[in-house]
């Protein structure tokens, strides 16, 4: 009989979890999105399913993007039958869907039914072409972003198995050990720290970890020019300014500067965040910047 778990763990060879979690992160959106009628078309075959046959040609259009977004303003110099063909199928794919959801919002009032995304951008907005490319651009900024998210919180866990048994312990004391049952969106906010966790995962192995800008106008930063680096810097127009969120959130400068770290900066510590207040201070100061910020904020971030 096995008292800690070690036992098995040696026992189970290595999963390489990345893919399951990349497809998991891709039927939650898909189905956030599309509601449950995204597999309406279901046979017996569990390979017929409208959301593998769409994971198909979404993971391979997605792979050609990841290469031709690299190259920037000469993206169109990676291109190929392989990617267009993709990109026409998942289109079409969609578009079935966007129908389908077209046909079930007719029979039924918003009020009535869970919440099903599409539905709700059908009400705003009956152009299907349109409805289409919003739905793509969900799916692009919401899969790899949760599915990574998804990844290193596994990882986290992994290094830290007291904190496994706190965290499990929180979600048994709200919902209980039923695990079909999923918490309701106030029990969620009850999970302090649950909370406290993701904050954490986030800050050290945020999905984002570079961005980029490009200036529409001349402009300046506030700092980084000059000997000592503590004047502004020019930034003509049409610069591409690139900066990492990755370096920013294990910034070492001192705590009493805008918010950073401090030299417990590359420590995984939830306790960091005990002050609900510090989230919302470091947003501000940009020192915590997960989803960005300002009017293109991420819309997931919620
Ligand atoms: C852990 C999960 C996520 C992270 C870390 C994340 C992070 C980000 C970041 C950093 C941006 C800004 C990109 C830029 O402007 O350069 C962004 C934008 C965006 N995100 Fe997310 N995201 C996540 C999940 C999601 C999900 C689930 C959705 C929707 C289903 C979503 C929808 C969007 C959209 C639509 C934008 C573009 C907003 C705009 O340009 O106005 N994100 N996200």
Redo the contacts with the bound molecule.
């Keep these: 009989m096995q008292t800690d778990g070690t036992e098995v763990l040696h026992e189970v060879p290595a999963v390489n979890i990345k893919e399951h979690l990349l497809d998991l ?1 891709l039927r939650l ?1 898909t189905e ?2 599309l509601g449950e009628e995204a597999d309406a078309t279901a046979t017996a075959w569990e390979e017929d399913r409208w959301t593998n046959r769409f994971a198909e040609q979404f993971n391979t259009a997605f792979r050609w993007i990841a290469k031709r977004e690299r190259l920037k303003s000469f993206y169109w110099m990676i291109d190929g039958f392989e990617f267009r063909r993709a990109c026409s199928a998942a289109r079409g794919l969609v578009d079935e869907a966007v129908c389908r959801s077209m046909e079930a919002l007719k029979m039924r009032t918003a009020s009535t039914e869970t919440y099903v ?1 599409l539905e709700s951008l059908l009400r705003q907005e009956p152009d299907p072409d349109i409805i289409r490319d919003q739905f793509m ?3 692009l ?3 790899d ?2 599915g ?2 998804l990844c290193w919180i596994f990882y986290a866990l992994s290094r830290e198995p007291d904190l496994v048994l706190t965290l499990r312990k929180e979600i048994e004391d709200a919902i209980g050990l039923d695990e079909s049952r999923t918490p309701t969106k106030i029990e969620l906010s009850a999970m302090v720290k649950l909370d406290q966790f993701i904050s954490e995962t ?1 800050r050290m192995f ?3 970890p570079i ?3 490009t200036s529409m106008e001349a402009t300046s930063l506030p700092q980084g020019g000059g000997a000592d680096g503590s004047a502004p810097v020019l930034i003509p127009k049409g610069t591409l300014i690139a900066f990492s ?1 990755f370096a920013v959130h294990r910034s070492v400068a001192s705590t009493s500067q805008c918010g950073m770290y401090g030299e417990s900066a590359s420590k995984f510590c939830i306790e960091r965040w005990n002050d609900v207040r510090s989230k919302e201070r470091r947003m501000v100061d940009w020192s915590y ?4 910020g300002g ?7 919620e």
């Design positions: 992160s959106t956030f999105l995304a651009n969900l799916l900024a919401g899969r972003t949760s990574y998210l986030l945020p999905p984002v961005d980029c800008r969120t910047h997960p989803f960005l009017p293109r904020k991420c819309l997931g971030g």
